[in-house]
T-cell receptor, first 114, second 117 residues
Framework: EAQVTQNPRYLITVTGKKLTVTCSQNMNHEYMSWYRQDPGLGLRQIYY???????DKGDVPEGYKVSRKEKRNFPLILESPSPNQTSLYFC?????????????FGPGTRLTVL | GQQLNQSPQSMFIQEGEDVSMNCTSSSIFNTWLWYKQDPGEGPVLLIALYKAGELTSNGRLTAQFGITRKDSFLNISASIPSDVGIYFCAGQLKVYAGGTSYGKLTFGQGTILTVHP
């Protein structure tokens, strides 16, 4: 089944404890992206990647890092999480390096930082 | 950056009623997309609109790409309980960064739809 998977689905952590949220897609998509969803704000882009080893900042990159060592994986790293990073996170992918057209979303990771 | 205003923020309707929601922007987009998010899931694409003035239907859903390219609406006819969820509009615009281009998505704030049986 073609899909985007994220792990973990739920995470409660404490301020300052480094964490990684994994994202993997099995559709051979070039473009991948991370979003955070907050009430009343919709989805905002954190980082995106147009291809392996090509990443760039989205609208809200502060406090996050990403890497794209393989086409299928795009992990999101929080080196020192803070409470304002409590949110619902979505990974997405699309065919083609441009990310134009339909983006397929993962099921989401709900993160709570205490 | 670009901002989308989506309204209404929430709707409480009876099963069988029609629903209408819209998005407006201060700037133009090349593509308008409508997504639905079920509880505990990621957004799923409902309709994509690629040309100004385009009117597209998908079952009970109808969406239009505004002539000015700054707005779009989504209508749902004869609502049913499984229509419950959050509906997002998204505008897509080709942007250039580092010598390449990509289709940046900007999302509206979402419309929370509740359907009473």
């Amino acid at each position: 089944e073609a899909q985007v998977t994220q792990n973990p689905r739920y995470l409660i952590t404490v301020t300052g404890k480094k964490l990684t949220v994994t994202c993997s897609q099995n559709m051979n998509h070039e473009y991948m992206s991370w979003y955070r969803q907050d009430p009343g704000l919709g989805l905002r882009q954190i980082y995106y990647s147009m291809n392996v080893e090509v990443t760039d900042k989205g609208d809200v990159p502060e406090g996050y890092k990403v890497s794209r060592k393989e086409k299928r994986n795009f992990p999101l790293i929080l080196e020192s999480p803070s409470p304002n990073q409590t949110s619902l996170y979505f990974c997405a992918s699309s065919f083609g390096t441009s990310g134009e057209g339909e983006q397929f979303f993962g099921p989401g990771t709900r993160l709570t930082v205490l | 950056g670009q901002q989308l205003n989506q309204s209404p923020q929430s709707m409480f309707i009876q099963e069988g009623e029609d629903v209408s929601m819209n998005c407006t922007s201060s700037s133009i987009f090349n593509t308008w997309l409508w997504y639905k998010q079920d509880p505990g899931e990621g957004p799923v694409l409902l309709i994509a609109l690629y040309k100004a003035g385009e009117l597209t239907s998908n079952g009970r859903l109808t969406a239009q790409f505004g002539i000015t390219r700054k707005d779009s609406f989504l209508n749902i006819s004869a609502s049913i309980p499984s229509d419950v969820g959050i509906y997002f509009c998204a505008g897509q615009l080709k942007v250039y960064a580092g010598g390449t281009s990509y289709g940046k998505l900007t999302f509206g704030q979402g419309t929370i739809l509740t359907v009473h049986p």
